[in-house]
């Protein structure tokens, strides 16, 4: 069965320098969430999106923007970046949003900051 | 503070032993997830849980559902060392539709 394709899977920036990860979600899926993770860490939720609208956001900074397109994959950009934003980069889909609809994750773009 | 506590923080065991890893909350929950995540890798949902009191086995893996939706426990039968990764349990309370996850459970199993 087709997952969550993210891109790329490894992305080393300069401070100050932009970012841009790409999500594929399932096929069929119309909700997208993006998750930081850091070392030792939870995934912590940054924004989500259900039919190209942004349904949810968390703590996601200022510096940091997504949009999801026609075909519902997302994007997330990432400006201005901090040695702090070296982190696993999550995106997940689900179908529809609701209590009980199920979230899969993507294999994770792995960011570092130098 | 953390919404979801999860316990131990850390397990290492022997190829064959029996373990439970818990997720712990004072909220409700409407559903609650299980995940495993290996090191570098995205977490794989393992089960999805709704009504109080259930049991789900997957497996040598039992799932379980408090009563009252706010705890969880994760049982493995005769661990593998192809269990060991990272267990998280991320749920949903309220009207929320974003997962809160807890911190994971750290597993080990030696050969």
């Known amino acids: 069965a087709a997952g969550v394709i993210q891109s790329p899977r490894h992305l080393i920036k300069e401070k100050r320098e932009t970012a841009t990860l790409k999500c594929y979600p399932i096929p069929r899926h119309d909700t997208v969430y993006w998750y930081q993770q850091g070392p030792g860490q939870d995934p912590q939720f940054l924004i989500s999106f259900y039919e190209k609208m942004q349904s949810d956001k968390g703590s996601i900074p200022d510096r940091f923007s997504a949009q999801q397109f026609s075909d519902y994959h997302s994007e997330l950009n990432m400006s201005s970046l901090e040695l702090g934003d070296s982190a696993l980069y999550f995106c997940?889909?689900?179908?529809?949003?609701?209590?009980?609809?199920?979230?899969?994750f993507g294999p994770g773009t792995r960011l570092t900051v130098l | 503070t953390q919404l979801l506590e999860q316990s131990p923080q850390f397990l290492s065991i022997q190829e064959g032993e029996n373990l439970t890893v818990y997720c712990n909350s004072s909220s409700v929950f409407s559903s609650l997830q299980w995940y495993r995540q290996e090191p570098g890798e995205g977490p794989v949902l393992l089960v999805t849980?709704?009504?109080?009191?259930e049991v789900k086995k997957l497996k040598r893996l039992t799932f379980q559902f408090g009563d009252a939706r706010k705890d969880s426990s994760l049982h493995i039968t005769a661990a593998q060392p192809g269990d060991t990764g990272l267990y998280l349990c991320?749920?949903?309370?309220?009207?929320?539709?974003?997962?809160?996850f807890g911190r994971g459970t750290s597993l080990i199993v030696h050969p």
């Open positions: 849980v709704v009504t109080g009191g």
């Open positions: 997940a889909s689900s179908l529809g949003v609701g209590s009980y609809n199920e979230q899969f």
């Open positions: 991320a749920a949903k309370s309220g009207g929320s539709y974003i997962p809160t």
